[in-house]
T-cell receptor
Framework: DTGVSQNPRHKITKRGQNVTFRCDPI?????LYWYRQTLGQGPEFLTY????????KSRLLSDRFSAERPKGSFSTLEIQRTEQGDSAMYLC??????????????FGPGTRLTVL | KQEVTQIPAALSVPEGENLVLNCSFT??????LQWFRQDPGKGLTSLLL?????REQTSGRLNASLDKSSGRSTLYIAASQPGDSATYLC??????????FGKGTMLLVSP
């Protein structure tokens, strides 16, 4: 158990629909990260929150993507007008809060999105 | 921009073999490097984190080494088992916010 849950675990949608994913850390963490992983590739960074503030966004995060962390706890990632190229695993990660290890990250189980 | 290469892309070995997975990165200004394991369709499991000031880190049958100046890390797996079959990913951490991943090495250990 990495201390991060993600829902839904799987999502199948038709092209053009909007989808929303949720990431829930079990305990409080000031930082939270989103990554995307396509088939055969390593995860790629999407965005990062420090408490409620979205501090960094990758160029992969087009204007169809929006992420929020309204109370500095859970986070949502919404994709509007989905395209087939959005099909991927979306991963959420939190840092190790129990030690001083710089930015050691622990990942949730991911949400697999399939756009038909 | 950090770029990460993992060699080999795939590896198939019989049970019991010792093996080495290689990771190279272009920007040596890193704080640490994490090795992860990923089973098919699953999230990432952190295996080891090696700090930039360390040369080696060990956990059970796993040993990770880091040569920061040359931009290389290796993951050594001793006495491999079928349960070790997975994709192994390395990710150097160059800053506060993000990890940069390689494409991984897909390992198959046959009984």
């Amino acid at each position: 158990d990495t201390g991060v849950s993600q829902n839904p675990r799987h999502k199948i949608t038709k092209r053009g629909q909007n989808v929303t994913f949720r990431c829930d850390p079990i305990s409080e963490h000031n930082r939270l990260y989103w990554y995307r992983q396509t088939l055969g590739q390593g995860p790629e960074f999407l965005t990062y929150f420090q408490n409620e503030a979205q501090l960094e966004k990758s160029r992969l995060l087009s204007d169809r993507f929006s992420a929020e962390r309204p109370k500095g706890s859970f986070s949502t990632l919404e994709i509007q007008r989905t395209e087939q190229g959005d099909s991927a695993m979306y991963l959420c990660a939190i840092p190790n809060a129990g030690t001083l290890i710089y930015n050691e990250q622990f990942f949730g189980p991911g949400t697999r999105l399939t756009v038909l | 921009k950090q770029e990460v290469t993992q060699i080999p892309a795939a590896l198939s070995v019989p049970e019991g073999e010792n093996l080495v997975l290689n990771c190279s990165f272009t920007d040596s200004a890193i704080y640490n490097l994490q090795w992860f394991r990923q089973d098919p369709g699953k999230g990432l499991t952190s295996l080891l984190l090696i700090q930039s000031s360390q040369r080696e880190q060990t956990s059970g049958r796993l040993n990770a080494s880091l040569d920061k100046s040359s931009g290389r890390s290796t993951l050594y797996i001793a006495a491999s088992q079928p349960g070790d079959s997975a994709t192994y990913l390395c990710a150097p951490n160059s800053g506060y916010s993000t990890l940069t991943f390689g494409k991984g090495t897909m390992l198959l250990v046959s009984p």
